[in-house]
């Protein structure tokens, strides 16, 4: 196999660019008052829905890091099915998944709309700039063929 660029070796000015976007995205999700554990727990749904081997692993190590609980991780590809979630959570998996999924039917109205009378403003914020990051991270991990793995 062809060895793939290291995109932070390769282009370190961009990357230090996602490296200072994520920060912000960060001190985002804290104004809203999203802890820092379940911001792990949306970037590890987007990693799953993306198939991101090496986000998925770094994701549930920080969730879990963060003060996750190891059952809210486990059943998260199948959260709606679960009870471990509260309303403000399940509008932001539900947001998150369709900004990840957008190719597939945007961000549908509906889902805006139920986010929007669940979330504050700064919220949604938040967790769009959170999605829009970590679909980023997902595609350069991904593309460059992050190792995963002993």
Known sequence: MTERPNLK???????QAMVALDRLVSEALAAAGIGPGFAHLLRLRASQINHCAYCIKVHTRDALAGGEAAERATVLPAWRETGYFSEKERAALELVEAITLIS???????????????????????IEW?????????????SSRYPVGP
């Open 104 to 126: 597939e039917g945007q961000v549908p109205d509906a889902t805006y709309e139920r986010a929007a009378t669940i979330l504050s403003k700064g919220e949604i914020v938040a």
């Open 9 to 15: 070796q390769s282009a370190p000015g961009i990357y």
């Open 130 to 142: 959170l999605a829009i990051a970590i679909n980023s991270w997902n595609r350069i991990a991904i």
